[in-house]
C-alpha cells in the first residue's frame, strides 16, 4: 500500500554529515506521520525522529536532538534526515517508516517503532573514526 525508498546512505568520516531521503509512493494520503529509525548490528532498532506528514509537528528522541533534523516535501512525497557531527556510534541502517495512525499524545506515540505499519529497505550509514 505504502512503499518507502532509502537512499543517501554511505561511508563518512566522524564529524561529517549526511542527508537522507526516503521516497514514498503508493497509498500516502492517510499517512498521518513518517519517522527514521536505525538499527545497528546486534542491537535494537532505536527511534531517532518523526514527523507529521500533514500539519504541524516534529518530534526527536533526546539523545538525537541538535544533530539529526528531520524535514518533509510533501510535493515530493519526500522525508529527509539531515545527520550532522556523526559520531562512530551512530554506524547502522537507516529506516524510514510510514504511520497511519493519528497520535493525540505525538512525542511517545510517534517515536514507538509499534506505531507504524510500512517500512523501507534501510540504507547504510557507516561512519568512520
Known amino acids: 500500500q505504502v512503499q518507502l525508498v532509502e537512499s543517501g546512505g554511505g561511508l563518512v568520516q566522524a564529524g561529517g554529515s549526511l542527508r537522507l531521503s526516503c521516497a514514498a509512493s503508493g497509498r500516502t494520503f492517510d499517512t498521518y506521520a513518517m519517522g527514521w529509525f536505525r538499527q545497528a548490528p546486534g542491537k535494537e532498532r532505536e527511534s531517532i525522529a518523526a514527523i507529521r506528514w500533514n500539519g504541524a509537528g516534529t518530534y526527536y528522541a533526546d539523545s538525537k536532538q541538535g544533530r539529526f533534523i528531520i524535514s518533509r516535501d510533501n510535493a515530493r512525497n519526500t522525508v529527509s534526515l539531515q545527520m550532522n557531527s556523526l559520531k562512530p556510534e551512530d554506524t547502522a541502517v537507516y529506516y524510514c517508516?510510514?504511520?497511519?495512525?493519528?497520535?493525540?499524545?505525538?512525542?511517545?506515540?510517534?517515536?514507538?517503532?509499534?506505531?507504524?505499519?510500512?517500512w523501507g529497505q534501510g540504507t547504510q550509514v557507516t561512519v568512520s573514526s
Open positions: 517508516a510510514a504511520s497511519s495512525r493519528y497520535c493525540a499524545s505525538g512525542y511517545t506515540c510517534y517515536l514507538a517503532s509499534t506505531s507504524y505499519g510500512y
